[in-house]
C-alpha cells in the first residue's frame, strides 16, 4: 500500500476563470535593485564592489578555490549568492556572516540525506509535497541570497534525486494547471467519501504552502496567479515562505501590497499566513557604533529601517498572520541570549515565533547542526524572562513520519528507568506525513548529549509508541498509522 496517489492528471495548460483573469488584470510587477553577487568567482577576481573585496580574506579563497572539481567543491553543495542589503548587515556581525559565507567546514562530511525527509514519496505532482492537509509547493529554485545550512540544498543545487518509480532527476517546480487539478481531485474523492480519501487517509487538501526557494524572487504578477488558481482551486489558507525580509526587504513596495489588497478583496475567505525567516536579531535591529542594540523611547528596540517599514504594512492588514521560524545552527543563533532578544521583538511586532527546528539531515548536515539536546537547553533559556505570549515557539525536529516536537530533557537521572540512568529526552509527534491517527504519540529515549539526529538514539529507547525508532521504511507508514 503506497502513501501518495498515482492518478494521472491532464497537462493541459491553465486557464483562468474571469474571476481569476480581473484580478490578475490590476497586479503591476516592481522594479528592484537587489545589487546581488552570484558565484565565488567574483570574489576570487574582484570583480565585485570595493567595500566587499574583504568579505572573503586571500587564505580563504584559497582554501575555497582549492576544493574545485573535488567531491568536496562547497558551491556544488549550495552555489554561493548575497544581497547588497545582506552584506551590509554581515560585515557588522559575525553570526550573518557564518550563514552566508562559504566555508571548506561544509564538505569536511558530506554524511546526510539526499531527499530529506524521503520527500518524493510524498510527491504525486511534481512540486508538491503533500503531507496530510497540508500540501508544499516549490514555485521558485532560488532566493535573493542563499543560507548556507539550507535545508533545499539539492532542490537549489539542482542534484538529482532518486525517485520511488526508479528514475532519477531533479526536483522540478510546481505548475498551476497540474497542481490545480490534483487538489481539485483529491478533494472531490475526499468529499465523496466522507471526508477521508480511501487510499491514503487524508482529509481535504486545504492549506498550502508556497516555498522552494523564495516565492519573493517571483514577480507579483506570478505570485497573484498562483493566489488567485490556489483560491479558484478551494485552498481555504495560503502560506508564503520567504526570507526576502532579511536578504531584501525592499521587495515588499507599494505594488506588492496592492497586489495583496487585491487578493483580499475577490477572495475574503481565503487567508494569508507569511512563514518569515529571520534567524537572528542582528537581521531587522540596528546597532549602535560599539555594536549595541538601540532601546526605543518607550520600549522595544530600534529595528534596521526599511525592515521595519515592510514588518509594519504586513502587521497593519488584520487579514493576514505573520510567523517566524528558524532552525538552530552552529555559530548563528545557538545563543540564548540572541534567541530572546529575537522572540520579544518580533512579538512586540505582531509577529508570532512559531517553531525552532533541530538541524535537518540533508547533506554536509554535521558542519551545521548542534546536538539535539542542546537545541532544547538554548530554546528554554532563551525563553527564561519571556511572558507567554513570547515564548509560543516549540522545538521541533522533522522525522520522515511527521513534525516531531523535542518536549522535554531531564537535568536529572531516572534511576527507576532501565536506559534513563543519565536522564531522559522525550519527543512527540505533531503531525503526521501521511494522516493524523499518531499525533500525539510519544518517543521516551536515554539521554545522549552527543546526538545530533534521530539515529543517535537508536540503541536507547525506552518507549517507541509514535514509531519515529521502529517505523524505517516510508512505504511502511500508512499500515502503521492505521493499526
Not at 47 to 66: I, Q, R
Not at 206 to 213: A, F, N, P, Y
Not at 254 to 262: E, Q, S, V
Not at 423 to 435: E, V
Request: hydrophobic share 35%; aromatic share 8%.
Amino acid at each position: 500500500m503506497t502513501v501518495i496517489e498515482t492518478k494521472p492528471l491532464r497537462a493541459a495548460k491553465y486557464q483562468p476563470s474571469e474571476k481569476e483573469a480581473a484580478y490578475i488584470s490590476t497586479v503591476k510587477n516592481g522594479k528592484y535593485d537587489r545589487q546581488i553577487i552570484a558565484g565565488l568567482q567574483k570574489f576570487v577576481t574582484g570583480n565585485v564592489p570595493d567595500d566587499m573585496k574583504a568579505f572573503y580574506s586571500a587564505d580563504e579563497l584559497d582554501a575555497l578555490v582549492g576544493l574545485r572539481s573535488s567531491p568536496a567543491d562547497v558551491e556544488t553543495r549550495m552555489p554561493v549568492k548575497i544581497t547588497r542589503h545582506y552584506f551590509d548587515i554581515a560585515k557588522n556581525s559575525p553570526a550573518i556572516r557564518q550563514l552566508v559565507k562559504a566555508s571548506p567546514n561544509e564538505t569536511m562530511d558530506l554524511e546526510g540525506a539526499p531527499d530529506p525527509g524521503n520527500q518524493m514519496s510524498y510527491s504525486p505532482v511534481e512540486g508538491l509535497i503533500h503531507k496530510y492537509e497540508l500540501g508544499l509547493i516549490y514555485v521558485a529554485s532560488t532566493c535573493s541570497a542563499h543560507c548556507r545550512f539550507c535545508y533545499r540544498e539539492e532542490l537549489i543545487a539542482k542534484k538529482e534525486i532518486e525517485r520511488d518509480d526508479g528514475s532519477t532527476k531533479a526536483k522540478g517546480l510546481a505548475q498551476i494547471g497540474e497542481l490545480t487539478d490534483y487538489i481539485i481531485e483529491h478533494n472531490r474523492i475526499v468529499k465523496e467519501n466522507g471526508g477521508i480519501h480511501p487510499e491514503t487517509g487524508r482529509e481535504k487538501l486545504r492549506e498550502i504552502l508556497m516555498s522552494g526557494g523564495d516565492p519573493m524572487v517571483l514577480g507579483n504578477k506570478n505570485l497573484a496567479q498562483w493566489f488567485a488558481a490556489l483560491a479558484t482551486a478551494g485552498v481555504e489558507n495560503i502560506r508564503l515562505g520567504t526570507k526576502e525580509l532579511a536578504f531584501y526587504p525592499d521587495r515588499f513596495d507599494a505594488t506588492f501590497f496592492d497586489m495583496l489588497d487585491g487578493f483580499h478583496e475577490a477572495y475574503p475567505e481565503v487567508k494569508l499566513r507569511f512563514m518569515i525567516h529571520f534567524n537572528h536579531p542582528d537581521e531587522f535591529l540596528q546597532k549602535n557604533a560599539d555594536g549595541v542594540y538601540m532601546q526605543k523611547e518607550g520600549g522595544g528596540l530600534v529595528w534596521i529601517e526599511n525592515t521595519k517599514k515592510a514588518i509594519d504594512q504586513l502587521a497593519s492588514r488584520n487579514w493576514l498572520t505573520i510567523d517566524n521560524q528558524s532552525p538552530l545552527i552552529r555559530g548563528i543563533n545557538n545563543d540564548p541570549d540572541a534567541l530572546r532578544i529575537m522572540q520579544r521583538e518580533l512579538r512586540r511586532n505582531r509577529v508570532e515565533n512559531h517553531y525552532f527546528f533541530c538541524g535537518r539531515d540533508i547533506v554536509g548536515h554535521k558542519a551545521f547542526n548542534i546536538p539535539i539536546e542542546q537545541a532544547w537547553q538554548i530554546l528554554n533559556e532563551s525563553q527564561k524572562g519571556l511572558s507567554g505570549i513570547e515564548a509560543h515557539a516549540r522545538l521541533s525536529i522533522t522525522h520522515y513520519l511527521g513534525k516531531t516536537e523535542v518536549v522535554a530533557v531531564t537535568n536529572e537521572p531516572a534511576p527507576n528507568v532501565k536506559g534513563g540512568e543519565n536522564g531522559l529526552i522525550i519527543m512527540k509527534l505533531l503531525r503526521g506525513a501521511a494522516d493524523a491517527p499518531l499525533r500525539g504519540r510519544v518517543a521516551i529515549m536515554g539521554r545522549n548529549p552527543e546526538a545530533i539526529w534521530f539515529d543517535g538514539y537508536d540503541d536507547r529507547v525506552i518507549l517507541d509508541e509514535a514509531g519515529l525508532f521502529t517505523i524505517k521504511d516510508p512505504t511502511t507508514e500508512a499500515q502503521a498509522q492505521k493499526a
